[in-house]
């Protein structure tokens, strides 16, 4: 790898002067740093090999059509037209690392600064794009055992999360039960736990009818995360302007939903023991979005129910979080609205939208002018908390 | 009833060894029961044909970071021997999910 290879707005860095601690990988004053969002390759036969075999011939594959050209279908997406895609430099790096062997992923984190992890599937995003969710959770249950096997040894660094389909709520209880008693440090559900754009027939997560597993995850004690374009599918829009409206309105927006659900349905003054948080979907929006729940909720006070103890902002203060890779005008809200405990920075491991392996420039690109106590927060802090890793002595 | 399968020994798109994966499909919508081999190719095998199999499905992984491939064997009457690497698995299978626009 030669320099010239590199990007340079990855490694532009107006450099750390005055900061009393940093995050240049093998600092003596390096934060503790935790990424709240990395990614790994599961294994290529996991699901054919593990799933249950009514469901092996649903499970995601390639085909091909009658021309000869080549796609990805999954159940829940449009078939996806497959493309050569020739990479080269550190995004060809990119593609290649992110691996289940954990002293590999553990090698990759020192060189970029990074103490813990918390890990999400790579592929296996593809688990909620159902709509059926006895299969979805069929999926989940064969990758929360997967992961377990591999990374259970390691988990004081390296910890996936326990991926939940919500849909199933008396699968998802047993599940919940399952991986809890294994040992998991949180759960991972969808944005939505049914499938699809969304009908108002559709139960979603501000319905009592999910109370029950409410109480058996605030029985567990489990944070719940919920990741980017893992309620419907992110593909929303094609032709011109395709993957920028996808990127943006279709992944990214819809993570917003089950905020709203949970912090205006009157949820979590039911459950006061339940944490959440968004993952990879920036933070920038979380401002809007509080402001925008109470305005509706005390101007629309005549249809707004139910009656809540708090605001509905104040609801995600104290049990919400969000995870970034890159957001300035993110990080430039987060003195001025007082969300300094709520965010939670991750490097996004393996994939290209993430700052992995120049994470330092990034962060000194754009968290320089917060106080050291909010950089040490949302670097590692507030998702050793979230998370409930053990800080350093 | 046995069928002898050749794994070959292919080079995927990441430089190492293709993956491969055998199962059986019964009934007659290509519903798949269980599997009989996975593995790296190099080798083959004798499999005995479990009663009410329909047929048998290879999947491949040229590239472990997208999903299977996969072709279809839909007699076994008269199947004994079977060369993996023979399969054509650019074309559309019987049971494709693609929906005819």
Known sequence: ?393 | MDVEIAWPALVNEHGGRMLWFGSWLVGGAGDEAAWFYSGRGGERGRYPVPQGATGLRIRRWPNEGFDAEYADVLDLRRLQKLDAEALDFDRRQPFSLLVEE
Not at chain 1, 179 to 185: D, N, T, Y
Not at chain 1, 283 to 301: C, F, N, S, T
């Open chain 1, 1 to 393: 790898m030669t320099t010239a290879e590199i990007p340079q707005h990855r490694t532009n860095t107006p450099g750390h002067e005055g900061w009393p601690r940093v995050a240049t990988p093998g600092a003596t004053n390096k934060y503790f740093m935790v990424s709240a969002d990395c990614h790994v390759n599961e294994p290529a036969n996991l699901w054919v090999e593990r799933i249950e075999p009514q469901y092996r011939n649903r499970l995601p594959r390639i085909e091909v059509d009658a021309n000869g050209v080549k796609w990805s279908v999954v159940e829940g997406y449009k078939p996806t037209k497959l493309r050569d895609l020739k990479l080269e430099g550190e995004d060809l790096e990119r593609s290649k690392v992110g691996n289940r062997d954990p002293e590999e992923r553990l090698r990759d984190h020192a060189r970029d600064g990074i103490d813990a992890e918390i890990i999400f599937p790579n592929r296996g995003l593809q688990m909620w794009a159902t709509p059926d969710p006895l299969f979805s959770q069929a999926m989940c249950r064969v990758y929360n055992t997967w992961a377990w096997e591999v990374f259970g040894p390691y988990y004081d660094r390296l910890s996936p999360l326990a991926c939940i389909a919500s849909g199933d709520i008396d699968g998802a209880i047993a599940e919940i039960d399952r991986v809890a008693k294994l040992g998991f440090r949180g759960l991972s559900l969808p944005c939505k736990p049914t499938w699809g754009p969304g009908r108002p027939e559709d139960p979603n997560y501000n319905l009592p009818v999910f109370d029950p597993l409410w109480a058996a995850i605030e029985q567990s004690g489990l944070p719940i995360t919920f990741h980017v374009s893992t309620g419907k599918d992110p593909r929303g829009a094609k032709g011109f302007g395709g993957a920028v409206i996808n990127y943006a309105i279709h992944s990214l927006a819809p993570t917003a939903e089950p905020v709203a659900n949970l912090c205006s349905s009157g949820v979590l003054e039911r459950f006061p023991g339940l944490r959440f948080a968004t993952i990879e979907a920036g933070i920038g929006w979380v401002p809007w979005l509080l402001r925008a729940m109470d305005e509706a909720y005390q101007k629309h006070h005549m249809w707004a129910f139910p009656k809540l103890k708090l605001l509905p902002s104040e609801y995600y203060r104290l049990h919400g979080a969000s995870s970034f890779q890159e957001d300035p005008p993110g990080i430039d809200l987060v003195e001025r609205y007082g969300l300094q405990k709520n965010f939670m920075w991750a490097n996004d491991y393996p994939h290209h939208e993430g700052s992995w392996p120049h994470s330092a420039a990034a962060i000194e690109r754009t968290m320089g002018h917060l106080p050291d106590e909010t950089r040490a927060r949302i670097l590692g802090l507030n998702a050793a908390e979230f998370f409930g890793f053990s800080l350093p002595a």
